[in-house]
């Protein structure tokens, strides 16, 4: 087997250092979710369900890491320390749960689940397939909590069916922007990617977006619809 470190290009080691940052953040932002939910009030089986997910999140930080090094990258993550925390707005405590819950949760980890079993596929250099192997299944289950929250949230309130529905074009605008054809990387993109580099869990930014629109008909029109919102 050909040595890890000189067999990886420099995009391999961009996609991991990034991916470190990337779980390190969301280890942070799920810790000060549980604090809403703590102060909210929320059932315990989710602010458990939350906690368990932020050890979660650090493992995948871990194991990005290990892959990185693996990877021959040297250089420490990019952790922005501003992204660290959520914000409140002058709206009830129980309205920013709600936007967090849709955004990061009901949209972010459920794209997360075909994306990530999208790169594992091809994904063949050990420590990066166990990586993805742990990261895909943890996902599948911070993708429920997501789902899980907002219904406890819609038993609450009567007005969340409608704010939702209010929020989602913007977010879904978030999304295309990110990771869809409005981003100007996935619109130049050709689709060409090495199979070294897929070997190391990485796919092209035209992906993506494929995947992000599959997931628009495949989970998140079912999934609003069953809860009385269109998209």
Known sequence: MPDPVTSSS??????????????????????????????????????????????????????????????????????????????????PLEHDILRVAVRVFCLGETVAVPLFKHLRERCSEDLARTALDRI?????????????????????DATVTARVGAALPAMFAELQHSYGTANDVVAADDGTMTDGDRAWGLAPPRDYAEILARTVERDYRPRFAARGITI
């Open 10 to 91: 420099a995009r391999v080691r961009d996609e991991w250092r990034a991916r470190i940052a990337a779980e390190y953040t969301s280890a942070a932002i799920t810790q000060h979710l549980v604090l809403w939910l703590i102060q909210a009030g929320a059932p315990p089986d989710l602010i458990d369900a939350g906690l368990v997910i932020v050890a979660d999140e650090l493992v995948h930080s871990r194991l990005s890491h290990e892959v990185y090094t693996a990877a021959g990258g040297t250089e420490p993550p990019a952790i922005d320390r501003d992204q660290l925390a959520l914000q409140r707005t002058a709206d």
């Open 136 to 156: 895909l299944r943890d996902e599948v289950r911070h993708r429920d909590f997501g789902w899980d929250l907002l219904d406890w949230l819609l038993d609450s």
